[in-house]
């Protein structure tokens, strides 16, 4: 049989490993004389930017990573580090949804081997920190961990804090020592990877809506016949729909953990004095990146009709 590994670097419990599960079951059911599809989470094939190294070399065949890591392979991706970029979770959604044209932005990354399969929710980013972040002042002279992406330290340090960029792993023990004063993710991060015991405030500032990628080794999708191939694209679309559905779930569920039992404070913040600090990063981004131009005007079509609730 054909191994087929997928590294991940969320845990067990997160819902795009359920969602492999459900990726891995459909691929077995419908090819398992064939192939046997093994899930690697927690970074245990290295941080994501090494696992898509990995994925372009062959190494391993699947991983998921935020499009902030893409952003090395692929200067498109970089649209979506963009803060504010979508004026709502419905134009989110709806941009995400519209598969053709996300195909074409998928297929951008194949002269470096790789190919995006499909794509998951992984909901808002916000600020949680060892002090409570009500405006954006509140974030001037805080180290912050960020992505290891351009975008979001250019992002991270307009809001006059100094931006951290380090792997994902790494951030609990710097947060305990001091090194940082805080992070940047969605709640989840607080409960699966404990950063509720270090940081206690926990800002609804909502500056980016980033989806998490899976991506694909070329050269083995190319190797697939026509029916193994929808068999692959059939499970990444199944797993999409489960990692959705488990999402809200999750999210409930960690906010009721963090608040209940970790002494996690949730602060609603006006979103808008955060997103007058750094819109005029976009202006400098469409200069400095043309090859985000043509996705963020369709963004912002897709903006407009979700706010005329077409």
Not at 36 to 51: D, H, I, S
Not at 73 to 79: G, I, L, M, Q, S
Not at 119 to 134: C, E, L, M, S
């Amino acid at each position: 049989k054909r191994i087929i590994r997928v590294a991940l670097s969320q845990s067990e419990e997160h819902p795009e490993y359920k969602g492999m599960e459900t990726f891995k079951k459909y691929v077995e059911e419908k090819l398992g004389d064939k192939y046997e599809v093994q899930l690697y989470p927690n970074e245990l094939l290295g941080g994501q930017t090494k696992a898509i190294e990995l994925t372009q070399t062959g190494a391993i065949d699947f991983t998921i990573a935020g499009t902030p890591n893409l952003e090395i392979f692929a200067d498109v991706y970089e649209v979506f580090s963009m803060p504010y970029l979508f004026t709502s979770e419905d134009a989110y959604f709806a941009a995400m949804n519209d598969t053709d044209y996300m195909n074409k932005i998928y297929a951008s990354t194949e002269d470096t081997g790789l190919q995006v399969v499909t794509w998951y929710n992984v909901g808002t980013r916000n600020f949680y920190a060892k002090k409570a972040i009500n405006t954006p002042d509140d974030l001037k002279g805080l180290k912050m961990r960020v992505q290891q992406s351009p975008a979001s330290i250019k992002m991270c340090n307009a809001f006059g804090a100094a931006a951290s960029p380090m792997s994902f792993g790494e951030v609990y023990t710097e947060i305990q020592q001091g090194v940082i004063d805080g992070a940047e993710n969605n709640e989840l991060a607080l409960t699966n990877n404990k950063h509720g015991e270090v940081a206690k405030y926990y800002s609804y500032n909502k500056h980016q809506m980033v989806p998490d990628m899976l991506v694909g080794n070329l050269k083995f999708l190319e190797s697939l016949s026509p029916e193994e191939y929808q068999v692959f694209k059939d499970a990444a679309a199944l797993s999409t729909e489960v990692e959705m559905a488990e999402w809200d779930k999750c999210v409930d569920e960690a906010k009721d953990i963090a608040q209940n039992q970790m002494g996690v404070e949730f602060i609603d913040v006006d979103v808008d004095a955060f997103k007058q600090k750094v819109l005029p990063l976009h202006e400098q981004m469409l200069k400095e990146n043309p090859k985000i131009v043509d996705v963020y005007n369709h963004i912002q079509e897709i903006n407009e009709k979700a706010k005329e609730g077409k």
